[in-house]
């Protein structure tokens, strides 16, 4: 973990890819990392593994921006010593867009691989911003599940004024997208996230009350092989930005999980989560 810190100290976001490419379009908590820095440094069970040494070049060049880095990481206890490679090139376009691509390496002394290559867009046109990507993971079948493709897709708009927001996001991961320097919360699976909602700026409060918007949200998983409910998150919300800064938010979320599988969600005390459908909601001030 402390390697992720030192690589990625000054000029990080060179590296991001998709959405958050150049600080531009919509950003999940459950979107795909292509490049994850901490996978760098850390064996498969989460230990710290020396790093032998590395080197890391990013700069701009016209409209070219260029990121390589390349680190030797040493043997560990359960594993062989192993090569992380990466490689981005983004090139701006139009008046404020830009394209790219990323190459991603992991090669343990030949014994194992893990390879990705992606694409990305992200164009903006002054509030509306339109950004995409595709991913594609190549390892050895041996340590990919079956069934399923090896794609991480994702295309997404926001738009956002004084009077409105509007914003959504549609990817898949698929079932053998394998991607062992990055970090993918989910696999199999379709989703759709949005956010919609006006804002008002109500003229007879304006002494005290900034903004109000209420709006709705909406994050829904299903599975690829199955086209079946994994999860939905629906979010009726009203917040209020006052004039000196504060703010309050009342919500309402109803929440659907299925479970297909029995796990153990704590060991110790033996609590076991069994198959079904669960629905519930949060409400919170």
Excluded: C
């Amino acid at each position: 973990g402390a390697v992720g810190g030192w690589v990625f100290s000054r000029g990080s976001g060179i590296f991001q890819f998709g959405g958050g490419a150049a600080g531009g379009g919509t950003v999940s908590r459950q979107d795909v990392r292509l490049f994850f820095s901490r996978s760098i440094g850390l064996s498969d069970n989460g230990g710290a593994i020396p790093i032998l040494g590395g080197t890391r070049l990013t700069g701009r060049q016209g409209a070219y921006s260029v990121g390589v880095l390349n680190i030797q990481q040493r043997e560990g206890a359960d594993q062989p010593g192993a090569n992380f490679t990466a490689l981005r090139v983004r090139r701006n376009i139009l008046g404020n867009s830009d394209i790219g691509a990323m190459l991603l390496n992991k090669d343990q002394s030949g014994a194992h691989f893990n390879r990705v290559a992606g694409v990305d867009a992200n164009f903006r046109f002054g509030f509306l911003a339109l950004n995409g990507s595709v991913a594609k993971t190549f390892s050895p079948e041996s340590v990919t599940l079956t069934g399923g493709n090896a794609y991480s897709t994702r295309a997404a708009f926001d738009y956002v004024n004084r009077t409105w927001q509007l914003t959504a996001t549609a990817s898949g991961i698929g079932q053998r997208f394998h991607d062992e320097m990055g970090f993918v919360p989910r696999q199999g699976v379709n989703n759709f996230d949005g956010r919609f909602g006006p804002r008002w700026r109500p003229v007879a409060l304006s002494r005290w009350l900034r903004q109000m918007q209420p709006h709705w949200e909406y994050d829904v998983y299903t599975r690829q092989n199955t086209g079946n409910l994994e999860s939905s998150y629906q979010g009726y919300h009203w917040n209020f930005n006052f004039q000196d800064g504060s703010n309050a938010e009342v919500g309402w979320n109803p929440i659907v999980e299925d479970i297909p599988v029995a796990f153990t969600l704590n060991n110790a005390r033996g609590i076991n989560v069994n198959p079904g459908r669960y629905e519930f909601a949060e409400y919170f001030v």
